[in-house]
């Protein structure tokens, strides 16, 4: 398994995420399986959110005490995994929430829930129109000094949108976490066409290259719903809608004995901006799967196919 930093530390974490989205009708039997086969694989990092399971009986945060009534951790595992949560989107009218009360809240509760002291990453799940960085940076520093977040970051954020928490923030923002497949690709194909009249990927879409910006000021990007066809649901593989692409991945993966999953998961993993990838199956097999492609090294030509057999523009 290969690792990456951790934004701007020096601690290294795997470049697969177990992702705990889908866990909430799961038995403890079935969860147990899953963690099992995660950390086997060396995917020793957990990504939850207040959000997961809330249309369930348990409500916001059941998939947290889905996954801690399952493996019951003791302290000495719990110490051996890296726990991550999000928070801010509520099931309300005003859908967000990046209040100091709001935040505090919720990770007392995650911390109930994931019966756990501490979280390792607290990440706000969307951006807040309504956000005021200085309520923010205030729980965040209560947060901390108390021990019970080790580090911060930020998911589905702009450039712009990092740069006003941070005005008030103190605390480095260590994650970004962004919508990235084969075919929903545009924040890594934006700019290959640049100045080319009617080519969409000429395009800069997020304020200013939201990949580019991670990359020099240190922010680790993960990868979510990395086998998506894109707006669309379902996953690439085998889809009628991407036989170009379909035919490039079942190529490499004869060529390098893997599956289309392990290639889909080295398209990413390639990018020298040292990206997590994280996983949102229920399946062990496909976390195996999906482990093969961590550090397998796809060469220029067969990145740059990829991702022209998605359909993106390269000149």
Not at 27 to 55: C, I, K, Q
Request: glycine share 8%.
């Amino acid at each position: 398994m290969k690792t990456v930093p951790l934004g701007s530390t020096e601690t290294p974490v795997p470049n697969i995420i177990a992702g705990m989205m889908r866990i909430a009708d799961l038995s403890p039997e079935r969860v147990r399986e899953l963690y099992s086969a995660a950390r086997e694989a060396g995917a020793d990092f957990f990504d939850h959110a207040d959000l997961y399971g809330f249309n369930h009986p348990g409500g916001y945060h059941h998939c947290e005490r889905v996954f801690a009534e399952a493996l019951n951790l003791s302290t000495a595992e719990r110490e051996q995994i890296t726990l991550q949560t999000k928070t801010g989107i509520v099931d309300r009218d005003w859908h967000y929430d990046s209040s100091y009360e709001h935040i505090v809240a919720s990770v007392e509760e995650s911390l109930r829930a994931l019966r756990t002291e501490y979280l390792d990453v607290l990440l706000l799940h969307r951006p807040d129109a309504l956000v005021e960085p200085e309520e923010v940076a205030r729980a965040f520093d209560q947060l901390e000094s108390a021990g019970k977040v080790r580090s911060f970051g930020v998911s589905n954020h702009t450039p712009r949108q990092i740069d006003l928490l941070k005005t008030a923030v103190r605390q480095p923002l260590l994650v970004n976490q962004v919508q990235l497949s084969l075919t929903h690709s545009t924040i890594v194909a934006q700019g290959l066409a640049s100045n080319m009249a009617g080519q969409e990927d000429s395009l800069t879409r997020d304020g200013g290259g939201i990949v580019d910006y991670c990359r020099l000021h240190s922010i680790t990007l993960q990868a979510w719903s990395p086998f998506q066809r894109g707006a669309q649901g379902g996953v690439i593989f085998g889809s009628a809608d991407h036989p170009a692409l379909n035919a490039e991945l079942d190529r490499l993966a004869a060529q390098y004995g893997v599956t289309p999953t392990a290639i889909a998961t080295a398209w990413i993993t390639r990018h020298p901006a040292r990206m997590q990838v994280i996983l949102g199956t229920t399946n062990p097999q496909r976390i195996a799967d999906a482990v093969a492609g961590s550090d397998l090294p796809l060469t220029r030509g067969e990145w740059y196919g990829l991702l022209r057999a998605a359909g993106h523009h390269v000149p």
